[in-house]
């Protein structure tokens, strides 16, 4: 059976990433800080058929995330698909909103951290044995802003592009290789609740564009907009 592991597995996108891909026959490890919430989607995936574990780690904490991959291939295998998408669901400790000209090093260093260091750390855990196997995807998400900034995001949207300017690059690097590299930009509020006026959309609506990236392998970047 194929593997996808989803780092950042919460209720909302990575559920329904997660629901796609163990749908259509892959097992699935779900990585992300708290254990009882991991568990609590295991059990969900069970009850519809689908094989899933979850393996607890922080992307800031850049050694627990290589354990955790390692302990996916352990238990699963190999790790055919990637799909790195944290999403803060409470507030992280150092980080705060920043518009661009309040950016400072001291606000924009934990950005990078998170959402462009943890997604490195990911991608070299897997990507040597994607090499030798000669397929494999790797699948990373941020917000609209990293493609169409937002002034009060000033400081999480520079640390997205920085991740959005590398997958697609390593794309190109990859070329010919059978892995492929793609970046999601959602650029819709998901779920209820966002700002008045902004477009949103569920996550199960935007969950198919993950498995189109992984299938066709056509295109290193998708923009979801309502």
């Known amino acids: 059976m194929p593997t996808v592991a989803i ?16 749908s259509r026959g892959f097992d699935v490890a779900l990585i992300a800080r708290t254990k009882e919430k991991l568990q609590t989607l295991v059990g969900q995936l069970g009850e519809e058929g689908i094989t899933a574990e ?15 991959l390692d302990a996916v291939k352990t238990r699963f295998g190999a790790i055919d698909v990637l799909e790195y998408s944290p999403a803060p669901h409470s507030p992280v400790p150092g980080h705060t909103l920043a518009a661009p000209s309040e950016v400072t090093v001291d606000n924009l260093q934990p950005q990078i951290e998170y959402v462009f260091y943890g997604a490195l750390t990911a991608a070299q855990a897997v990507l040597p ?8 995807t790797l699948l990373f998400t941020t ?11 000033g400081n999480v949207n520079a640390a997205a592009a920085a991740l959005r300017n590398w997958v697609i690059n390593l794309d190109k690097e ?13 650029s819709v509020w998901i779920g209820g609740g966002g700002p008045e006026g902004f477009p949103t959309a569920t996550p199960e609506q935007i969950a198919p564009l993950y498995w189109d990236l992984h299938e066709d392998r056509n295109r290193s970047e998708a923009v979801f907009n309502a």
């Open 174 to 186: 990859l070329a010919g290789s059978g892995v492929h590299a793609a970046h999601v930009a959602i």
């Open 129 to 136: 044995a994607m090499r030798e196997a000669g397929a494999g």
């Open 54 to 68: 979850a393996f607890p780690a922080d992307v800031l904490d850049r050694p627990s995330l290589t354990a955790a």
């Open 7 to 22: 780092v950042g597995a919460g209720p909302g996108m990575g559920l329904a990433i997660a629901r796609t891909f163990g």
């Open 143 to 153: 917000g609209g802003g990293s493609v169409d900034p937002v002034p009060m995001l």
